[in-house]
């Protein structure tokens, strides 16, 4: 070809040969349980245990309801259970609306390592869906949950500013993961793998500006259902890019203003990003709980019925402008209010789901006490961290500084506060058998030859 030939196709998708998405795709393909660590393992069971629990909690809330009545009226298939509920639907249907209801209440993980990524809500139920077809044992389920995890935090990564655009991304990386994960368990070889990829980035959606809506939550069932189409369609000899993720035209350099190609593949397969997975002990955007924990140490030391005269509270410039909402009306928008939520942790010395309820916005005691805190933004606090001062009446004044937030990785939640939460999820919707018995069944998860028991459980 002569160079005013080649020049012709120097434009658009033309092919860059840097083979990324290839190479994760081969990652991908070659990935056993075996490569993956005794902390990773364990992070991946306490990830499935957490998220069944807050998919259990979801699907009492009323937009869980709408999904499924609206998916039940299109729906021609009883292929998946529904999570809490008696019927079944279509593996893309029940995928989706499981993967909703994991993210309804914002009390899903939360992976923070230079992403702020809800994982587990559109891989799990893309998991969960396809092994209700297909034998699937613990281990290729822990292991392609891991892997899930590597695609939606590394591509994040390498579209640094994918985020700041206004992209949701438990909605479009977790499209990406869901589709890994489910290549990972159908055993689909590199270059079906690489296609799986090129299907889900097409389909990566969600935006920020649905938050406190019930389209928020939406994102994360189209993700897993998209996600699982994705790899479905790959493993029958569909195709797209194989340089998805990277090329000219690719998703890093369209979703993001900026791009860090070598993310994805920097240290691949020495250390499991899974392991730096959050677990929320508070019902809300985790950019908001470092605020929590301050402010719920304040009430503490304030004691029961104190009477406030100021409160000033430093976060995170992130806090204040992924949590807008001034006065918030519903229980969804509550979740993205910094002052509702600083005001309510003070009084209640809790953040709950039920301190994120359409009643707890009806109350007046706390718009009174939001309307006392003053809010400012410390550029030298980290995510995790908030400092919180309260001046009473009286003159006592108080002060406390989180430097690690309850349940992020420098702060983890224990075991049993793990367990505890999963079971105040569970019983209600369950009862205290089936919860007991799930969570057996997920402690021997590596044991497991068939997890397709864990939906029938939890339905």
Same mark, same amino acid.
């Given at each position: 070809?002569?160079? +005013?030939?080649?020049?012709?196709?120097?434009?658009? !998708?033309?092919?860059? %040969?840097?083979?990324?998405?290839?190479?994760?795709?081969?990652? $991908?393909?070659?990935?056993?349980?075996?490569?993956?660590?005794? /902390?990773?393992?364990?992070?991946?069971?306490? %990830?499935?245990?957490?998220?069944?629990?807050? *998919?259990?909690?979801? #699907?009492?809330?009323?937009?869980?309801?709408?999904?499924?009545?609206?998916?039940?009226?299109?729906?021609?298939?009883?292929?998946?259970?529904?999570? %809490?509920?008696?019927?079944?639907?279509?593996?893309?249907?029940?995928?989706?609306?499981?993967?909703?209801?994991?993210?309804?209440?914002?009390?899903?993980?939360?992976?923070?390592?230079?992403?702020?990524?809800?994982?587990?809500?559109?891989?799990?139920?893309?998991?969960?869906?396809?092994?209700?077809?297909?034998?699937?044992?613990?281990?290729?389920?822990?292991?392609?949950?891991?892997?899930?995890?590597?695609?939606? $935090?590394?591509?994040?990564?390498?579209?640094?500013?994918?985020?700041?655009?206004?992209?949701?991304?438990?909605?479009?990386?977790?499209?990406?993961?869901?589709?890994?994960?489910?290549?990972?368990?159908?055993?689909?070889?590199?270059?079906?793998?690489?296609?799986?990829? !090129?299907?889900?980035?097409?389909?990566?959606? %969600?935006?920020? +500006?649905?938050?406190?809506?019930?389209?928020?939550?939406?994102?994360?069932?189209?993700?897993?259902?998209?996600?699982?189409?994705?790899?479905?369609?790959? /493993?029958?000899?569909?195709?797209? #890019?194989?340089?998805?993720?990277?090329?000219?035209?690719?998703?890093?350099?369209?979703?993001?203003?900026?791009?860090? /190609? !070598?993310?994805?593949?920097?240290?691949?397969?020495?250390?499991?990003?899974?392991?730096?997975?959050?677990? &929320?002990?508070? *019902?809300?955007?985790?950019?908001?709980?470092?605020?929590?924990?301050?402010?719920?140490?304040?009430?503490?030391?304030?004691?029961?019925?104190?009477?406030?005269?100021?409160?000033?509270?430093?976060?995170?410039?992130?806090?204040? #402008?992924?949590?807008?909402?001034?006065?918030?009306?519903?229980?969804?928008?509550?979740?993205?209010?910094?002052?509702?939520?600083?005001?309510?942790?003070?009084?209640?010395?809790? @953040?709950?789901?039920?301190?994120?309820?359409?009643?707890?916005?009806?109350?007046?005691?706390?718009?009174?006490?939001? #309307?006392?805190?003053? $809010?400012?933004?410390?550029?030298?606090?980290?995510?995790?961290?908030?400092?919180?001062?309260?001046?009473?009446?009286?003159? /006592?004044?108080?002060?406390?500084? $989180?430097?690690? @937030?309850?349940?992020? @990785?420098?702060?983890?939640?224990?075991?049993?506060?793990?367990?505890? &939460?999963?079971?105040?999820?569970?019983?209600?919707?369950?009862?205290?058998?089936?919860?007991?018995?799930?969570?057996?069944?997920?402690?021997?998860?590596?044991?497991?030859?068939?997890?397709?028991?864990?939906?029938?459980?939890?339905?």
């Amino acid at each position: 070809m002569t160079d +005013q030939g080649r020049a012709t196709v120097d434009y658009g !998708a033309a092919p860059l %040969g840097l083979g990324l998405t290839r190479q994760f795709a081969a990652f $991908v393909a070659d990935a056993g349980y075996d490569d993956l660590c005794e /902390e990773a393992r364990k992070a991946a069971r306490r %990830g499935v245990l957490d998220w069944i629990g807050c *998919a259990l909690a979801g #699907s009492r809330h009323a937009t869980a309801h709408t999904l499924i009545r609206t998916l039940a009226a299109l729906n021609s298939s009883e292929a998946a259970p529904v999570l %809490g509920h008696t019927l079944r639907m279509g593996l893309l249907e029940a995928s989706m609306a499981n993967g909703q209801m994991g993210h309804i209440l914002d009390f899903d993980d939360t992976h923070m390592g230079g992403v702020i990524l809800h994982a587990s809500s559109p891989i799990l139920p893309a998991l969960l869906a396809v092994a209700q077809t297909r034998k699937i044992t613990g281990r290729q389920l822990m292991i392609a949950y891991a892997l899930g995890f590597e695609a939606g $935090v590394r591509v994040g990564r390498a579209a640094p500013l994918h985020h700041p655009g206004g992209w949701h991304l438990t909605g479009t990386l977790g499209t990406i993961a869901a589709a890994v994960a489910v290549a990972s368990v159908l055993g689909l070889d590199a270059a079906r793998t690489t296609n799986a990829i !090129a299907l889900a980035a097409t389909q990566a959606a %969600g935006m920020q +500006q649905n938050r406190g809506t019930m389209a928020k939550s939406f994102h994360a069932g189209k993700a897993a259902s998209n996600g699982l189409l994705a790899a479905l369609l790959a /493993e029958n000899g569909y195709d797209g #890019s194989d340089e998805v993720l990277e090329g000219k035209r690719g998703f890093c350099r369209i979703y993001s203003a900026e791009t860090d /190609e !070598a993310a994805l593949l920097d240290q691949l397969g020495s250390h499991w990003e899974i392991v730096r997975n959050g677990h &929320k002990p508070y *019902a809300c955007g985790v950019v908001l709980h470092p605020a929590i924990d301050a402010m719920i140490a304040l009430g503490n030391q304030a004691g029961e019925g104190a009477s406030v005269r100021r409160i000033e509270l430093q976060v995170n410039p992130a806090a204040i #402008s992924i949590t807008g909402v001034a006065n918030p009306r519903s229980g969804l928008k509550s979740k993205f209010s910094l002052t509702y939520t600083a005001a309510v942790s003070f009084l209640d010395r809790a @953040a709950g789901v039920d301190q994120f309820s359409d009643a707890g916005t009806a109350r007046q005691d706390v718009p009174a006490l939001a #309307s006392l805190i003053e $809010v400012t933004a410390q550029e030298e606090l980290a995510r995790d961290q908030a400092s919180a001062t309260v001046w009473l009446a009286g003159g /006592e004044r108080f002060t406390h500084r $989180v430097e690690h @937030a309850s349940g992020t @990785a420098d702060n983890p939640l224990s075991d049993a506060a793990l367990h505890a &939460k999963f079971t105040a999820n569970a019983v209600p919707v369950i009862g205290a058998e089936a919860a007991a018995r799930l969570s057996d069944a997920i402690g021997r998860l590596d044991q497991m030859q068939d997890v397709a028991e864990l939906a029938r459980i939890a339905a």
